[in-house]
């Protein structure tokens, strides 16, 4: 995940740069990052292809593929080149999500999961606090393409040790029985992979899958701000250089990073108040919602300071609900439709980071970022009514 998050969010910190010297508009760079969201939209093909051919295989092809895209932004010019490019980077790197979610389900209790799954995603924020370092690196070095090939590099070297070393626990060769047995007695005999997988289209029909997939649409535009446009606002509303968005842009994904464990930790804990597991994780949401409020107010004040501050709330706010509700998915689908169904949630999730990217591409010239970011303090109270109201209980 930091290896993929990394790659993803190069584009996000070298766009100064990258915009000025080859005369990228606000707009198409807001295509370019629509075409990175069009990309990961198609996550239920990922699901299915790790549902299908599982994780060992599925999972380094596509860490090999989205390596080889990294690659190649070093090679491209042009506004169009570079959105095509990040489609395809978008589609295999959409693998990385439904991944995780089915590796938790294989590999943890229930009891365990969202700790498991905080983990792994605080992977998404430290690739993001990678990128700001590595870029100025690269332009120290001669230039910003070496960022995509450093990062390309890291990839291809984790696919092969992917490859060689992973197993799942009941093909594992050092895993111990008890450790084997712990995992079997954990988990949810209904959720288990007996019953023949059903087609995608039924998964549609569930409303559970709905439940989570609408609160995700709602809430990763925030994240989108944070990987693509935060280093373009800071260095054209309050005139921050290269090197000082290195120093600062990292700063809401380490507390992204807090919020990766704060949230199981806070779910874990209602579990022991004697809140059964689904009603946890809808509470964690609820707070984290209630504390995203404060973007509302990161386009009202002209301090800096104020800004990255309120900036980190809203990071350790996202993923303190973000990974409540990514566990779900695991917590209600059975095992061999975990990814399927998290790879759902992901094409919701992308479809509200690329309509939130287009509008502020489009719009941020003549209204500014003011009304974008009171949007982002109040989209999550609406999810956080969707997964009370839609989800159900297994």
């Not at 070298?14 to 606000?26: K, L, R, T």
């Not at 975990?338 to 992308?350: I, P, R």
């Not at 287009?358 to 003549?366: A, E, F, P, Q, Y």
């Amino acid at each position: 995940m930091i290896i993929n998050y990394l790659s993803r969010s190069i584009m996000g910190v070298a766009a100064p740069s990258i915009m000025d010297e080859q005369g990228i508009s606000n707009e198409q760079y807001g295509w370019i990052t629509g075409a990175f969201q069009v990309g990961v939209m198609l996550q239920p093909l990922a699901g299915q292809f790790l549902d299908t051919y599982g994780l060992r295989i599925g999972f380094a092809i596509c860490a090999m593929a989205w390596s080889m895209l990294t690659i190649g932004h070093a090679f491209v010019s042009g506004w169009f080149g570079f959105a095509a490019l990040r489609g395809l980077l978008g589609l295999a790197e959409g693998s990385a999500q439904p991944a995780g979610q089915k590796l938790v389900a294989e590999w943890f209790p229930a009891r365990e999961r969202g700790t498991a799954s905080g983990i792994y995603n605080i992977g998404a924020s430290f690739g993001a606090v990678f990128a700001p370092p590595l870029v100025a690196a690269a332009a120290w070095m001669g230039g910003w393409q070496w960022a995509f090939v450093v990062a390309g590099v890291c990839g291809l070297i984790w696919a092969v040790l992917w490859f060689r070393v992973y197993a799942a626990p009941a093909e594992h060769p050092t895993i111990s029985e008890e450790e084997r047995e712990h995992i079997a007695a954990g988990q949810e005999a209904a959720l288990s992979a007996s019953v023949e997988k059903a087609p995608f289209w039924h998964l549609l029909k569930r409303r559970n899958l709905w439940g989570i997939a609408l609160p995700r649409l709602l809430a990763d535009p925030v994240w989108g701000m944070l990987s693509f446009w935060m280093p373009l606002y800071l260095a054209r509303e309050h005139g921050f250089k290269l090197e000082q968005i290195a120093l600062v842009a990292w700063l809401p994904f380490l507390a992204a990073d807090l919020g990766c464990l704060a949230g199981p930790a806070l779910a874990l804990r209602l579990q022991k108040m004697g809140i059964d597991l689904i009603n946890a994780r809808r509470t964690v949401f609820t707070i984290g919602a209630l504390m995203m409020t404060c973007m509302a107010a990161v386009g009202m004040t002209s301090n800096p300071y104020v800004v990255v501050g309120l900036l980190c709330l809203g990071g350790f706010a996202h993923q303190t609900l973000s990974v409540s509700v990514l566990t779900m998915a695991s917590d209600l689908f059975r095992r061999n439709e975990v990814a399927t169904a998290a790879g759902f949630a992901g094409l919701a999730a992308n479809l509200g980071v690329l309509i939130f990217s287009l509008s502020l591409g489009g719009l941020v010239d003549s209204v500014g970022y003011g009304p974008f970011f009171i949007l982002l303090g109040v989209l999550d109270l609406f999810g956080a009514a969707i997964l009370w109201i839609v989800v159900r209980k297994p």
